[in-house]
């Protein structure tokens, strides 16, 4: 939670940053249609309200602005969930209500805080607005920050942010904060019969990008064991001469790769196979497209343990991008 001061009419007020953690369902809720509710909620409120990109489970909606503001905008997300909560009751047999839960993220520096010694402060937060309060044992997946959950009434839990804001602000957050970002759902994918598929319920169905997946797929089970550079193998026996300045001799290697799954190898501007030349210290040459041929030809050119280790890290390529298929989160620029 970040805060400055700033000068209003009503004499020091202070702008906050505040971070919650929903669900999808939840933050559909409040987009509303056509985003209607969220731009009713930042115009009514004063507050900004951002909501994280991503096809994810979990998204962050971040709020922020002068304290007023902030309250108004967790009122309006309570009583929406309230209500969405009262909508659902409508077609359930169950009586009792259920309670509001929000769940802010917070950073693990701050929670000794809102906990407080031998648990006093989280104690007298649950006695005195009646809500809930719980912090996580455990720091978010590759972040230093905790979810801390809150539940009750609107009104309860309106009056829990207002005590837990003054605690940070009391409190600010100690170094560096490493914030949480929610990974993509990732779906399976699992290889069978030469096909991929991806697992639905309890279905597994042909993979829409299957035929690329299953080359990948191929390519990459084509592992070639790779000699480090500097060590000659027994397979090579006596055919080094033994000056010191003298290179082994060089031979040629030959690869053909699908034309659609080149790209994989080139990498963005080259990037890629400049980085396995580099490594391998072999020469790489990438024939140009044939007409009416569905596959390129690869020249590797070097010593035998060159070879070995440049098709090692073609191989190893065509594993990270079909790693890539299978976990979205894990794709980086290439």
């Not at 003054?166 to 994918?189: F, H, Q």
């Not at 639905?200 to 191929?218: S, V």
């Not at 080094?240 to 300045?245: F, V």
């Not at 790489?284 to 440049?310: D, F, H, V, W, Y």
């Amino acid at each position: 939670m970040e805060n400055t001061k700033v000068q209003s009419e009503g004499g020091l007020n202070v702008t906050l940053t505040i971070r919650l953690l929903m669900h999808g369902k939840e933050v559909g809720s409040i987009i509303g249609k056509k985003g209607e509710t969220v731009k009713k909620m930042r115009e009514e409120s004063g507050a900004r309200i951002n909501i994280s990109e991503g096809n994810c489970p979990e998204r962050i909606v971040t709020i922020t602005g002068p304290t007023d503001t902030i309250f108004k905008a967790f009122a309006m997300i309570a009583y929406k969930f309230e209500e969405d909560i009262i909508n659902s009751m409508s077609n359930s047999p169950v009586t009792s209500k259920p309670p509001v839960t929000l769940r802010l993220v917070v950073p693990a520096s701050q929670c000794g805080s809102l906990i407080g010694k031998g648990g006093s402060k989280i104690k007298e937060m649950r006695e005195s607005t009646g809500a809930q309060v719980q912090v996580a044992g455990d720091m978010l997946p590759n972040s230093t920050e905790r979810a801390v959950t809150i539940s009750g009434t609107p009104e309860a839990i309106i009056q829990c942010v207002k005590q837990i804001c003054v605690v940070m602000l009391e409190s600010p957050p100690k170094g560096a904060t490493i914030p949480y970002r929610p990974k993509p759902a990732s779906t399976p994918v699992i290889f069978s019969g030469g096909q991929a598929y991806t697992i639905q319920g309890q279905y597994a169905i042909p993979h829409p990008d299957f035929q690329q997946l299953t080359k990948l797929h191929q390519l990459a089970m084509q592992q070639t064991p790779f000699t480090p550079l500097g060590q000659t193998t027994p397979a090579f026996p006596g055919t080094y001469p033994q000056r010191l300045d003298a290179s082994p001799p060089a031979s040629t290697h030959e690869l053909t790769i699908p034309n659609d799954l080149i790209g994989c190898i080139i990498g963005r501007q080259g990037t890629k196979i400049n980085e396995i030349r580099q490594m391998s210290g072999a020469q790489i040459k990438i024939a140009n497209a044939m007409e009416g041929s569905s596959e390129r030809q690869i020249t590797i050119t070097g010593t035998p343990a060159n070879i070995s280790l440049a098709q090692y890290l073609i191989n190893a390529r065509f594993r990270d991008v079909a790693a890539m298929w299978n976990d979205p989160s894990s794709m980086t620029t290439s």
